[in-house]
């Protein structure tokens, strides 16, 4: 009987990797589960089998290879990395109120629009166009009748993102008029100037003028400022984690 099961395990051996010979002459091969003095037990193809070893002629075992790990998943960017607005990143935004320096003081708060989202570095949108965006008149100088220039210089403080305001920080905008020293100084002046747009007062918001981080903005009378529609771009100069 032993030597009919050692026949038909023989038949059975392909891939398995321990083998085990008999006195006999007859060889099969499967995974050794146990082995003791007496006797060796062996799976083959799930047929768990012990035999005697005194039957047993030689015994050869193989290293067993542990299978390889599985391949590394790879993740996609988490949506859990929180939101910054990050120094350098520009702000292109419109005007929807205005502050000019005949009328508004140092402190006046105005409002603005995101004319573009305002997109992460990962490419996420931190605030969608046409989010509220805060300005703050940093100083403002009205001229003289005879001498001297009307002067405004803004920046912004905040912008609305998920409904609360966040505040950021920005470089200045200045808002400058000739220097009046006469009739003919404002023609003159406004002919040479070479930086910044020129908006002529309230006509400012028809041109669409756009005026950059830096620039200045000349503008005809003894007044200056910012009219309502028009276009600017401040550069953030400190990173704000959002919320």
């Known amino acids: ?24 002459g007859a060889i099969i091969k499967g995974n050794i589960t146990q082995k003791t003095a007496t006797t060796v037990t062996i799976d083959i193809e799930g047929k768990i089998t012990t035999y005697a070893m005194s039957d047993v002629k030689d015994i050869k075992e193989d290293v067993k290879i542990a299978p390889p790990p599985p391949a590394p998943v790879s993740k996609a960017p988490s ?38 989202n305002l997109i992460s570095k990962d490419g996420r949108v931190i605030a969608p166009k046409g989010s509220s965006v805060y300005a703050t008149v940093v100083s403002s ?17 905040a912008i609305e993102i998920n409904g609360k305001r966040v505040a950021i920080k920005t470089q200045n905008i200045n808002l400058l008029a000739p220097k009046s020293a006469g009739r003919d100084t404002v023609g003159k002046v406004a002919k040479g100037a070479a930086i910044g747009g020129l908006i002529d007062g309230s006509d400012g918001a028809k041109t669409g003028a756009k005026v950059g981080v830096g620039l200045a903005i000349l503008t005809r009378g003894k007044s200056t400022g910012v009219p309502a529609g028009t276009l600017l771009d401040f550069t953030v100069t400190a990173n704000t984690l959002v919320q």
């Not at 929180?82 to 205005?98: D, Q, Y």
């Open 141 to 157: 100088q009205q001229a003289g009748r005879l001498v001297g220039k009307s002067e405004m210089i803004v920046t912004l403080n």
């Open 79 to 116: 949506t859990n990395t929180p939101l910054s607005i990050e120094s350098g990143m520009v702000l292109h935004v419109r005007t929807t109120s205005s502050a000019n320096t005949s009328q508004h003081r140092a402190g006046h708060q105005f409002t603005m629009v995101l004319e573009s």
């Open 1 to 24: 009987m032993i030597k009919k099961n050692l026949l038909v395990f023989a038949l059975l051996t392909t891939l398995q990797a321990d083998k085990i010979e008999f006195t006999n």
